[in-house]
């Protein structure tokens, strides 16, 4: 890097034009070089009206002057901002330093912009046409805002640094030829990344970034038609919070593409979008994802919402978190019709979830899924809790039910927590053998798997009372008379009917013909309710 001009004036032979003189000028002054007409379709760098050779600016004058540019005038800060420019050439200021601050809006590039490897302060795009982003190890002190910028070509951030903020709210960004709109997999960003209403054709890809303070993604719309992934981002790390959730009144300060005079701001509702006169005439838009969302292994300081979101999904594509780590997981987005949704291994404090967020059948796989509390938004009955974990598990697994179960007890749901643990020992029946299932329907159908102890008692008090009306006018002979004790007949059913325990009554007596049949019934019937009861106290036991 060569020596900054000291004298002020342009080097010899540089020719500047009418424009770029007035460029030069106002470098120096640290003032806005304005060359646009004043008339909206004629400054709109997407449209179609050609620009003159009056507003056509050199990228080869931009370059010298943010790389060695004149000294100031006295008393000013020497700052490069230009609008409503034709910015031809290629403008390439790969391994430079640029100490200045560079602002262009509504400017038309004619080729790529290339920032590789090239250390900046803050640097701000805003309305401009860009074919091409090339800022891979690019690293900034402060701001890189693209802010409704039209990126045709892409965007390529790979293993950047953004001291501050990073804004691509509204901006319109393509993939081109290749299949990637966003490459910005090792990013570093040290506040926010903001990209509110931000309109994306090709993958975005995040492997790997480090936001320092929240991800921003209200009414985006994110759309890969060539690839498995519309937003790939696994072993993101976001300190606070990611939000893919509708723009709204509470999130507009978040969309606009301007870091706040009083800095970065949040949800004033968390992930709720504010309803009411706040909202009156406030045009929200859904944020849209067409193709998968793989966001495995990833870490949310604070929470990870995915409200109201439309899945678009295809043969293959899937809502992946698998090994998430976050206290708060906000799962209500519409119904996918198509696709997974991954949870396997995830860990979360509090489950938000919708009961019409959820896919069915064999859309959802939660195999190692853990939750500490669940916060439905709406009715969530525990019918369709229970639909949601036969979802999960078209093959019988324990796991999602004794997790659920677990929580439902630890809320102080008890009697719910032992209808989940009896489903569950139902679709653990028809994985067994024929016996087994015979087994399992004769606990089901007398003492519910013993997680239903009043069944017990009704069966024993109805056996009972048959036993006593039968043997009431069928007393059996002694069988010795001199030691037989007196009859009753109720005492002498209860004495059949529990094991164990011997009331001196079952063996005094000598049935035969049917009471000798009915007395085996009363004996057998005993022992199984017995064994039934056992074996669901004994779960129940394990269980607290």
Known sequence: MSEPLTDGEPPAGLLLTTAEWGLWQAFRNGSTHDLRTGDPAGDDPNGELLWDARRTVRARVIALLLLHGPPPLLGRVASLQLAGALITGRLDLSGGRVQTYVELTQCRFENEVALTECRMGTVRLVDCHVPRLEAARAVTDGDLHLARCTLPEGIRLTDATIGTDLMLNQATIGSGTRSRAVAADGLAVGQ?????????NGEVSLRGARIGGSLFMYGSVLRNQRGRYALHAPEMHVARFAH???SGPATAHLTQGATPPAGTGYPVDGYRVQAGPAAAGFHVKQFQCTGGMKLDDGRFGDSLVLDRVR???HRGQEVSLRRVQTPELC??????ENGWVVLSGATVGNLVDSVDSWPVRDGLWMAGFTYEHLIPVGPFPLERRLEWVAAATPEYS???????????RNGG??????????AKQRRRRETLSLVGKVWGFLQDWT????????????????LWLAGTLFFAGRRPEPLDADKT???NAAVYALDLLLPVIDLGHGTAWNPVGAGQWTAVGLILAGWVLATTVAAGATRLLRRH
Request: overall charge negative.
């Open 311 to 313: 899945f678009t999904l």
């Open 413 to 422: 749901e008890d009697a719910d927590a032992r209808l989940v643990l009896l």
């Open 192 to 200: 926010d990344l903001q990209a509110g209403l931000l309109v994306c």
């Open 398 to 408: 324990p796991e999602p039910y004794e997790q659920l179960a677990t929580v439902l």
């Open 447 to 462: 003492v519910a798997y013993g997680y239903r102890p009043g069944l017990a008692a009704l069966w024993m008090a109805l």
């Open 244 to 246: 893919f959730a509708c």
């Open 331 to 336: 799962f209500t987005p519409e119904r996918p």
């Open 485 to 487: 004790p007196h009859w």
